[in-house]
């Protein structure tokens, strides 16, 4: 058995990602940090399922980490079974066939 390390093709920051999103959508969309416990009682204050908050806040949590930022936390296997590069956030954002048709924002 091989196993592989799917992922994207590199990091990129939540406030890189904001801007991102400024850019594409042409409106200022701000990236907020928030604690551990600001953003778990955040995001169950929007009615979600505790499985869900839970399991987010882990996510950021492992995300202020910052392993998702590592070079190393990156790998080539996706590129070698898909026979293409991985695309970007901005990529994903620039190429309209995989959005949903009538999707706006906000």
């Known amino acids: 058995n091989k196993v592989y390390n ?8 939540d406030r890189q990602v904001s801007r991102l999103l400024t850019e594409f959508y042409g409106t200022n969309i701000q990236h ?10 955040d995001v169950k204050a929007r ?4 499985w869900l908050v ?3 806040a882990e996510f950021e ?3 202020a980490s910052g392993v998702d930022e590592l070079s190393s936390s990156y790998s080539p296997d996706l ?8 695309e970007t956030f901005k990529d994903y954002l620039q190429n309209k066939s995989c959005m949903r048709p009538g999707a706006t924002f906000p």
């Open 54 to 56: 839970r399991d987010s």
């Open 32 to 41: 907020i940090e928030m604690g551990y416990h600001d953003y778990k009682k």
């Open 6 to 13: 799917l992922s994207g093709p590199g990091p990129i920051t």
């Open 61 to 63: 949590k492992m995300k």
């Open 79 to 86: 590129e070698k079974i898909i026979g293409k590069k991985p």
């Open 47 to 50: 009615g979600l399922p505790d």
